[in-house]
C-alpha cells in the first residue's frame, strides 16, 4: 500500500499540477452536486435512521450490505421499487433483486410501502452524500473511491491497545527488574532497605485514600449522565426506591471499605506480636446478620410494593399500542377508527404482512404462496425418490428435501387450522395503523403490549421509566402515564432537537445497538390530530370474511 502510493507520487510529479488542478475541479463539482441535494438528503437523513439504520450502514455489511454507491450501481425505478417491496420483487424473479436475496442469505428486507417515490428519493440522495462523516483522506490528500469514514478508527484503536499492552509489559518488567537490584545491593551490603510488612501496610492506607476518591470522583464526574430527568407518573417512585437504595447501600460501602483497609493498617505484622485467638462471639455474630437482614427486608419490600403498584391493570380509557420487536428494530400498531387492536399469529407473517395480523387478503397470499412451496418440494422430492443410488451429495439433497417438507406441510396445516378462526378474523385487524414511530398523549394512560418475533428484546424508554421484555410467544405489556410532552422535555433539557426514544435493552445480535425508534410525546390535542391524519396499511374496505371461505 505505501508503496503503491510511493510510486504512484513519483509518476505523478510530473503531471503533479495538472493533477492537482482535476482534484480540486472535482472537489468542486462534488461540493456543487452535494449542496444541490443537500435539502433532500436532510430529510433522506431523517426516513434513512429512522427506517434503515436497523439494518444498514452506508459504508459497512450490517444485516443488509453497505449502501455506498448505490445510485450508480443500480437504476433509480428499480432502487424504488426495490426499497417498496423487495420480497415482491425476488418472487417475480427479479434476476437482480434474486441474486441479492440469495448473497444475503435469503435476509428479509422490510418492505416500506409507506415510503412515497419523493421520500426515497430523498433517503438515496442522503446515501449519496455518504453519510454523517467525510470520505477519509489518504495520504497526498486523495480520497478513497467510495470510501467513507468508519473503517480506519477500528485499526487504530487496534494498534493502540497493543501499544497499550507492551508498555504495560515493559512497565512490569522493569518494576520486577529494580527489585531485583535492590535485593542484590543488600545481600551485598547487609542492609534493609525497606520492611516489606510495613511497605504493604502503608500501601494499604494509599490504596483506601486513591479509591475513595476515585468513587466519589465518578459520582461527581458521570453521575449527572445517570441523571436522566423523569417524564412519567410512576417513575417518581422508581427513582425514590434507587434513591433510597443507593444512599443506604453507598453508606455500608464507604463504612465497610475504610475498616477493611484501617484494619489491614493497623494490624500489620510486627515482630514479637502474637495474634489473638478469638473462636467466638455470640453478640457479634447476632448484629451483623440482623441489621443487613432488616435493611434487606426493608428494601425488598419497599421494591415489591413499588413493583406491584406499577404493574397494576391498566385504566380502561388507556391507549393501546403495539410494540412488536425484531431483528432489528420496532413497529408499531395502533387500533384504527375501531379503537380495537386486531389478532395476529406468527403464521401469518410474510414479506407484505410483517406483524403477521389477522388481514384476510394477506392470509389468502400466504395460504397460496406456502401451498406452492411444498407442492414445488413433493414434486422435488418425487423426483429424488427415484434414485436408488444416490451419490452422497445425491443423499444430502434427499435429506435437505425432507426436512423442508416437513417445515412447509407444517406451515401449511398450520394456516389451514387457522382458517376457520372467527376470534382471529375478527375483522378488527383491518383498519389497524403501523406508523414510523410512536406517539402518545401527555397525562393520559398509556398501555404497551409487547411481541418479539426472533429473539428476545427488551422495551427501554429510559425518560419514562419503561422496561419490558419482549418475548417470542409470550406476550407482555407496561402501562404508564407520560408526564412531559417533546416540548416541555426540549425546554427543561435547553436541547431544541431533543427526541424520546424507545431502545433496546437485551443484546439480541449484530445490530442491537441500533434498534430504537422515535417517541413524541403531544399534547392531547395533537395527538388526536396526528391519529387522525394516520392512514391503515391496508385496505379498511376490504370484505373480512374471505379468509373464512
Ligand atoms: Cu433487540
Known amino acids: 500500500m505505501h508503496l503503491k502510493t510511493d510510486f504512484s507520487k513519483q509518476m505523478n510529479i510530473q503531471s503533479g499540477k495538472n493533477f492537482t488542478r482535476i482534484m480540486m475541479l472535482s472537489a468542486l463539482i462534488l461540493v456543487t452536486f452535494v449542496q444541490s441535494w443537500a435539502a433532500d438528503a436532510a430529510k433522506g437523513k431523517d426516513l ?87 470520505a477519509a483522506p489518504v495520504e497526498g490528500g486523495v480520497t478513497e473511491a467510495g470510501g467513507v469514514a468508519g473503517t480506519a478508527p477500528a485499526q487504530e484503536s487496534g494498534t493502540s491497545t497493543w501499544m497499550i499492552v507492551v508498555i504495560m509489559l515493559a512497565l512490569f518488567i522493569l518494576i520486577v527488574q529494580l527489585f531485583n537490584i535492590l535485593k542484590l545491593i543488600s545481600e551485598y551490603t547487609g542492609k534493609k532497605f525497606f520492611n516489606p510488612n510495613k511497605t504493604n501496610a502503608q500501601l494499604m492506607i494509599v490504596f483506601l485514600v486513591l479509591g475513595m476518591i476515585g468513587f466519589f470522583w465518578e459520582f461527581w464526574a458521570h453521575g449527572p449522565l445517570a441523571d436522566i430527568p423523569n417524564a412519567s407518573k410512576h417513575g417518581v417512585f422508581i427513582d425514590n426506591m434507587f434513591d433510597i437504595t443507593l444512599y443506604i447501600t453507598g453508606f455500608v460501602f464507604v463504612v465497610t471499605q475504610i475498616a477493611l483497609f484501617w484494619f489491614s493498617y493497623k494490624y500489620q505484622y510486627k515482630e514479637g506480636t502474637k495474634a489473638v485467638f478469638y473462636a467466638h462471639n455470640n453478640r457479634l455474630e447476632v448484629i451483623w446478620t440482623v441489621i443487613p437482614a432488616i435493611a434487606l427486608t426493608i428494601l425488598v419490600l419497599n421494591g415489591f410494593n413499588v413493583w406491584s403498584n406499577i404493574t397494576t391493570k391498566a385504566p380502561a380509557n388507556a391507549h393501546e399500542i403495539e410494540v412488536f420487536a425484531y431483528q432489528f428494530g420496532w413497529k408499531v400498531r395502533y387500533p384504527g377508527a375501531d379503537n380495537k387492536l386486531g389478532q395476529s399469529n406468527f403464521n401469518l407473517i410474510s414479506g407484505t404482512n410483517d406483524l403477521g395480523i389477522a388481514i384476510p387478503s394477506e392470509y389468502d397470499a400466504i395460504m397460496i404462496e406456502a401451498a406452492k412451496t411444498l407442492e414445488d418440494l413433493e414434486t422435488e422430492s418425487e423426483f429424488l425418490g427415484q434414485n436408488d443410488d444416490p451419490t452422497e451429495e445425491e443423499a444430502k439433497a434427499i435429506a435437505d428435501n425432507k426436512v423442508k417438507l416437513k417445515r412447509a406441510q407444517g406451515h401449511v396445516n398450520r394456516l389451514k387450522a387457522l382458517k376457520n378462526n372467527e376470534r382471529l378474523f375478527d375483522g378488527a385487524a383491518q383498519d389497524d395503523i403501523i406508523p414510523t414511530e410512536i406517539h402518545i398523549p401527555v397525562n393520559e394512560p398509556v398501555l404497551m403490549r409487547f411481541r418479539a418475533r426472533d429473539v428476545i428484546h427488551s422495551a427501554y424508554l429510559p425518560y419514562f421509566r419503561v422496561q419490558m421484555n419482549c418475548v417470542p410467544g409470550l406476550p407482555t405489556q407496561f402501562w404508564f402515564e407520560p408526564t412531559k410532552t417533546t416540548n416541555e422535555i426540549r425546554t427543561e433539557k435547553n436541547d431544541p432537537k431533543f427526541d424520546y426514544y424507545l431502545f433496546c435493552a437485551k443484546i439480541c445480535g449484530a445490530a442491537h445497538f441500533n434498534m430504537k425508534i422515535k417517541v413524541v410525546v403531544d399534547s392531547p390535542e395533537d395527538y388526536k390530530k396526528w391519529l387522525k391524519a394516520q392512514k391503515p396499511r391496508y385496505n379498511a374496505s376490504e370484505p373480512v370474511k374471505t379468509a373464512l371461505n
Open 48 to 134: 434513512f435512521e429512522a427506517n434503515c439504520t436497523s439494518c444498514h450502514a452506508i459504508d459497512k455489511k450490517l444485516v443488509g450490505p453497505a449502501l455506498a454507491g448505490i445510485g450508480e450501481k443500480r437504476e433509480e425505478a428499480w432502487l424504488i421499487k426495490w426499497i417498496r417491496n423487495s420480497q415482491a420483487m425476488i418472487k417475480a424473479g427479479d434476476p437482480i433483486a434474486v441474486k441479492l436475496f440469495e448473497e444475503n442469505n435469503k435476509g428479509i428486507m422490510t418492505p416500506f410501502e409507506q415510503l412515497g417515490d419523493e421520500e426515497i428519493k430523498d433517503i438515496l440522495a442522503y446515501i449519496a452524500t455518504g453519510g454523517e462523516k467525510a
